[in-house]
């Protein structure tokens, strides 16, 4: 453990990196990914050694690629003339500028062309080809340099300073290049480079092929980069142990991604490329741990196990694909907490924050091992669970973890009710825990009018309502295990929450709900947390119209979505993280809460929102959050420097503002299938949304915008299921 003044070091530096001010700008990085293996680099395909604030190569928290420059006679190239990234794979097309080649032959620029293909089958593997469209022969001296400095991600983020482990000279043992380092943790971490065919010379970190190509003639060089962590006693481990059988399975693994798009073809074809980035990035940011999948957080930052977004993603993902929502709640069960330690802010019955495998882990310098300093993914755990099993009807997953359920239902009822008020609060104990717990997790994101922050305990809303949604569902799934007692008393206890939450949250003066209650009382900010409690339904019906009518006001609707805090507010900043930025999962959410109390119009007014800000990024990839600046000052959505790009919950965004403008209701228990006034936007006025499963029945439906009306059909139906569909 840290001394005291260790520990306030970094604390210092933790609360700094919340503000997100250490990163630089990462908005153009370009991103392949497998499994626990991710590069990151610049658009040009480079990873720089100076200046490197999140680009690398990438395992268990490790950068094992801190540089990879490219240069041809020592001269980067001139022009990236297209730069290409698909999950597993990129392509960059580049040419030269004027040079001299290694004869003092003068190659006038734009006659040479490179391809640079980089896939990622649990390695790197990186083809450069050369083609020369000069009547000449020509002879180049094509350089790679590279670097690594084994930092911890937490290091990188400015969290922790670096350990005294050591980074060993650059060898080459005559096939293969070995850049190692010596982690104070005893582990010995390899970054290993091979090459065909081998360098004409190697000076340190520096590799040079010296080639001849001739008139219209071409050459190639491969480039494999594979890491390796080798602890004492044990075997390497290794992303992969073949690459080629791991390169058959992600081609599998992206087919079945877009067959999902195929099942959901629509007229619009620029929706259908934002649909195939989602679903794309989705497969790409799938890891597991011990055979149970789920998805990362978001690169680079968050590239682990974190409970809430793998949760929230796995949801959102759910009409689309049920098993990785039943693997997400298998591994996170896996991880439940059964101890109290103030280090990782841990408590029976608590699903885990986050998980991180890097050397300042395996030293207990950092409390992620793994850290359960969040309030909401406990309950966000029993939400997934009962959303899974109204898709799917599997009652036997509800018994297999029966138990876990248990101990959330009890860490929600005594140990986040610290006020012994009924409210889910978190506070935190750790010297490096997280100071605001809940979703929106910087230290200044939840404050009051006056522009001072909250003080611990904090029970923010949108919480309230998870605890809420989650008992009233879990009860039908309590009957169906003969525990009717219990299925009443979550009942009358989510009765209860309502009631006492529309009470005390709401502020009568500003016609809206408090962001949190905290110990001296309410934070009165108006901010996007209560817009969540619709998804829950949790507000009283009476308020509605007023919670609604208040976010869709110019200080909190951006045109592009609503923000995070209202732009009146003192504290807001457009472009501070929880602050005044658009967050698009949030959005999703909240478009969802939207379709449940009858805003259908409000609730396309996002989806719309959201689809033009989609069209606008690069790739069609919506990031983390973006600026909260309004769209008619700014024809674009302004980047927020460092967000995760892409991150699981914001690639869910799209389809799960499709599924709540489709109306789509499962209830496969009942065996039925209930479409609830659907509604598409008129830039989306024909959806087929085939081999929808419901239990184990597939239906297809077809949605056509007539006039004003969304009239569905139900053009196949397989089993016995009933479809309902109400306009």
Same mark, same amino acid.
């Given at each position: &453990? @840290?001394?005291?003044?260790?520990?306030?070091?970094?604390?210092?530096?933790?609360?700094?990196?919340?503000?997100?001010?250490?990163?630089?700008?990462?908005?153009?990085?370009?991103?392949?990914?497998?499994?626990?293996?991710?590069?990151?680099?610049?658009?040009?395909?480079?990873?720089?050694?100076?200046?490197?604030?999140? $680009?690398? @190569?990438? $395992?268990? /928290?490790?950068?094992?690629?801190?540089?990879?420059?490219?240069?041809?006679?020592?001269?980067?190239?001139?022009? *990236?003339?297209?730069?290409?990234?698909?999950?597993?794979?990129?392509? #960059? &097309?580049?040419?030269?500028?004027?040079?001299?080649?290694?004869?003092?032959?003068?190659?006038?620029?734009?006659?040479?062309?490179?391809?640079?293909?980089?896939?990622?089958?649990?390695?790197?593997?990186?083809?450069?080809?050369?083609?020369?469209?000069?009547?000449?022969?020509?002879?180049?001296?094509?350089?790679?340099?590279?670097?690594?400095?084994?930092?911890?991600?937490?290091? +990188?983020?400015?969290?922790?300073?670096?350990?005294?482990?050591?980074?060993?000279?650059?060898?080459?043992?005559?096939?293969?290049?070995?850049?190692?380092?010596?982690?104070?943790?005893?582990?010995?971490?390899?970054?290993?480079?091979?090459?065909?065919?081998?360098?004409?010379?190697?000076?340190?970190?520096?590799?040079?092929?010296?080639?001849?190509?001739?008139?219209?003639?071409?050459?190639?060089?491969?480039?494999?980069?594979?890491?390796?962590?080798?602890?004492?006693?044990?075997?390497?481990?290794?992303?992969?142990?073949?690459?080629?059988?791991?390169?058959?399975?992600?081609?599998?693994?992206?087919?079945?991604?877009?067959?999902?798009?195929?099942?959901?073809?629509?007229?619009?074809?620029?929706?259908?490329?934002?649909?195939?980035?989602?679903?794309?990035? #989705?497969?790409?940011?799938?890891?597991?741990?011990?055979?149970?999948?789920?998805?990362?957080?978001?690169?680079?930052?968050?590239?682990?196990?974190?409970?809430?977004?793998?949760? +929230?993603?796995?949801?959102?993902?759910?009409?689309?694909?049920?098993?990785?929502?039943?693997?997400?709640?298998? *591994?996170?069960?896996?991880?439940?907490?059964?101890?109290?330690?103030?280090?990782?802010?841990?408590?029976?019955?608590?699903?885990? !924050?986050?998980?991180?495998?890097?050397?300042?882990?395996?030293?207990?310098?950092?409390?992620?091992?793994?850290?359960?300093?969040?309030?909401?993914?406990?309950?966000?755990?029993?939400? @997934?669970?009962?959303?899974? *099993?109204?898709?799917?009807?599997?009652?036997?997953?509800? =018994?297999?973890?029966?138990?876990?359920?248990?101990?959330?239902?009890?860490?929600?009822?005594? $140990?986040?009710?610290?006020?012994?008020?009924?409210?889910? $609060?978190?506070?935190?104990?750790?010297?490096?825990?997280?100071?605001?717990?809940?979703?929106?997790?910087?230290?200044?994101? +939840?404050?009051?009018?006056?522009?001072?922050?909250?003080?611990?305990?904090?029970?923010?809303?949108?919480?309230?309502?998870?605890?809420?949604?989650?008992?009233?569902?879990?009860?039908?799934?309590?009957?169906?295990?003969?525990?009717?007692?219990?299925?009443?008393?979550?009942?009358?206890?989510?009765?209860?929450? =309502?009631?006492?939450?529309?009470?005390?949250?709401?502020?009568?003066?500003?016609?809206?709900?408090?962001?949190?209650?905290?110990?001296?009382? @309410?934070?009165?900010?108006?901010?996007?947390?209560?817009?969540?409690? #619709?998804?829950?339904?949790?507000? /009283?019906?009476?308020?509605?119209?007023?919670?609604?009518?208040?976010?869709?006001?110019?200080? &909190?609707?951006?045109?592009?979505?609503?923000?995070?805090?209202?732009?009146?507010?003192?504290?807001?900043?457009?472009?501070?993280?929880?602050?005044?930025?658009?967050?698009?999962?949030?959005?999703?959410?909240?478009?969802?809460?939207?379709?449940?109390?009858?805003?259908?119009?409000? &609730?396309?007014?996002?989806?719309?929102?959201?689809?033009?800000?989609?069209?606008?990024?690069?790739?069609?990839?919506?990031?983390?959050?973006?600026?909260?600046?309004?769209?008619?000052?700014?024809?674009?959505?302004? =980047?927020?420097?460092?967000?995760?790009?892409?991150?699981?919950?914001?690639?869910?965004?799209?389809?799960?503002?499709?599924?709540?403008?489709?109306?789509?209701?499962?209830?496969?228990?009942?065996?039925?299938?209930?479409?609830?006034?659907?509604?598409?936007?008129?830039?989306?006025?024909?959806?087929?949304?085939? !081999?929808?499963?419901?239990?184990?029945?597939?239906?297809? #439906?077809?949605?056509?915008?007539?006039?004003?009306?969304?009239?569905?059909? *139900?053009?196949?139906?397989?089993?016995?299921?009933?479809?309902?569909?109400?306009?």
């Amino acid at each position: &453990m @840290l001394e005291p003044s260790e520990r306030g070091e970094i604390r210092e530096a933790w609360d700094i990196y919340k503000k997100h001010t250490l990163a630089s700008n990462i908005t153009n990085d370009m991103v392949i990914r497998d499994n626990e293996l991710t590069l990151v680099t610049q658009q040009d395909g480079e990873i720089p050694i100076t200046e490197n604030y999140g $680009y690398g @190569l990438y $395992y268990h /928290d490790c950068r094992y690629l801190s540089g990879f420059l490219i240069r041809l006679m020592d001269t980067p190239p001139t022009r *990236v003339l297209s730069s290409d990234e698909r999950g597993f794979k990129s392509t #960059l &097309m580049v040419t030269n500028p004027n040079l001299k080649d290694c004869t003092g032959t003068t190659v006038p620029k734009e006659t040479l062309l490179g391809t640079l293909a980089t896939v990622i089958p649990g390695c790197v593997r990186h083809t450069h080809t050369i083609r020369n469209f000069n009547n000449f022969p020509v002879t180049l001296n094509l350089t790679f340099e590279f670097d690594a400095d084994f930092a911890d991600m937490f290091t +990188i983020m400015g969290i922790a300073p670096p350990t005294s482990g050591e980074v060993l000279p650059a060898r080459f043992d005559g096939k293969n290049l070995y850049l190692s380092y010596e982690g104070e943790d005893k582990n010995r971490r390899n970054t290993i480079i091979a090459f065909d065919p081998s360098p004409t010379r190697i000076e340190g970190k520096t590799c040079t092929f010296e080639l001849t190509i001739g008139p219209h003639g071409s050459q190639t060089v491969n480039v494999e980069i594979s890491v390796e962590e080798v602890k004492p006693g044990k075997k390497p481990e290794q992303p992969v142990k073949n690459p080629d059988d791991r390169m058959n399975q992600i081609m599998k693994s992206y087919i079945t991604a877009l067959d999902c798009c195929e099942k959901i073809p629509t007229n619009n074809n620029i929706f259908n490329n934002i649909m195939v980035r989602s679903l794309a990035d #989705l497969n790409m940011m799938r890891m597991s741990l011990n055979g149970d999948m789920f998805h990362s957080a978001g690169v680079p930052w968050y590239d682990t196990l974190f409970g809430r977004d793998s949760i +929230i993603s796995a949801l959102q993902l759910l009409p689309f694909e049920e098993k990785l929502a039943k693997s997400t709640l298998i *591994v996170n069960a896996k991880f439940q907490s059964d101890r109290s330690d103030d280090w990782r802010d841990q408590e029976p019955g608590k699903m885990l !924050h986050e998980l991180r495998l890097g050397e300042l882990a395996n030293l207990n310098l950092i409390p992620q091992t793994p850290y359960y300093g969040t309030v909401d993914s406990t309950p966000l755990f029993l939400i @997934l669970l009962t959303e899974y *099993v109204n898709w799917t009807g599997d009652i036997e997953l509800v =018994k297999k973890l029966e138990g876990n359920v248990d101990r959330a239902l009890k860490w929600i009822d005594v $140990y986040a009710n610290m006020e012994r008020n009924g409210f889910a $609060y978190y506070a935190v104990k750790s010297p490096m825990g997280i100071y605001n717990q809940g979703w929106k997790d910087s230290p200044d994101s +939840i404050s009051r009018s006056d522009g001072s922050l909250a003080k611990q305990p904090v029970a923010v809303a949108e919480v309230q309502g998870y605890v809420y949604m989650a008992k009233i569902c879990l009860a039908p799934l309590f009957r169906q295990l003969g525990r009717e007692n219990d299925a009443a008393r979550l009942e009358k206890e989510a009765k209860e929450l =309502k009631e006492r939450f529309n009470r005390q949250f709401w502020m009568k003066d500003r016609q809206f709900f408090a962001q949190a209650l905290d110990a001296e009382g @309410l934070c009165d900010v108006i901010s996007s947390n209560p817009a969540q409690c #619709l998804w829950t339904g949790i507000i /009283d019906q009476k308020y509605v119209k007023y919670l609604v009518n208040r976010i869709f006001r110019e200080d &909190m609707f951006t045109e592009w979505g609503i923000r995070t805090l209202s732009s009146k507010e003192k504290r807001y900043n457009p472009l501070g993280y929880h602050n005044g930025t658009v967050w698009p999962h949030e959005n999703a959410i909240i478009a969802m809460g939207l379709r449940k109390y009858g805003f259908i119009n409000e &609730m396309s007014l996002l989806f719309t929102g959201m689809y033009e800000a989609a069209k606008a990024f690069e790739g069609y990839r919506l990031p983390e959050c973006f600026g909260g600046l309004t769209r008619s000052d700014y024809g674009v959505p302004v =980047k927020y420097p460092v967000a995760c790009s892409p991150q699981a919950w914001a690639s869910g965004t799209m389809p799960f503002m499709l599924t709540s403008s489709l109306g789509i209701a499962p209830d496969a228990l009942n065996n039925r299938l209930i479409i609830k006034k659907p509604h598409l936007p008129s830039w989306l006025d024909n959806v087929q949304f085939n !081999h929808v499963k419901v239990g184990n029945t597939l239906t297809d #439906l077809n949605f056509k915008l007539v006039e004003e009306e969304t009239l569905v059909n *139900v053009s196949k139906k397989g089993g016995d299921i009933n479809v309902l569909i109400e306009y």
